[in-house]
């Protein structure tokens, strides 16, 4: 194979690398957000049990359990991320890779791992 194509496919790898980093924030986002989301409620409960109803009133109806964008809570997020642009990059870079350089992974890193080994 050509080092034009390796060099094109270790990026296009690389890329889809990057993207699985950034699954892995929106899952984060999505469990940060969902354990901040369970402290509001518990934080209802004792400005209720505190005497402050009005307040609690407003924080359950303004943020406990609120859409974290227009109709969407974090997991639905996540969801469209994986189920959209993930998978399809994803099925993208194997067709690719498949077309190119024989279904292998990671061909530019083996080609340096050769050239680098000492034994």
């Known amino acids: 194979m050509d080092d034009a194509t390796v060099e094109a496919l270790g990026l296009l790898s690389e890329a889809l690398e990057?993207?699985?980093r950034a699954r892995g924030c929106l899952?984060?986002?999505h469990q940060l957000t969902g354990g901040a989301d369970r402290t509001v409620g518990e934080a209802v409960r004792r400005l209720r049990a505190a005497g402050h109803?009005?307040?609690a009133d407003l924080v359950e109806h303004e943020v406990q359990g609120a859409d974290v964008l227009p109709g969407l809570w974090t997991f639905q997020i996540v969801e469209a991320?994986?189920?959209g642009y993930?998978?399809?990059?994803?099925e993208v870079e194997?067709?690719?890779r498949d077309a190119l350089g024989g279904g292998r992974d990671h061909i530019a890193e083996a080609e340096m791992k050769q050239?680098?080994?000492t034994t």
């Open 18 to 20: 990057t993207t699985q």
């Open 27 to 29: 899952y984060e986002f």
């Open 53 to 55: 109803v009005e307040q």
């Open 81 to 83: 991320y994986d189920d």
């Open 86 to 90: 993930h998978q399809r990059f994803t």
């Open 94 to 96: 194997r067709q690719v």
């Open 115 to 117: 050239r680098r080994e």
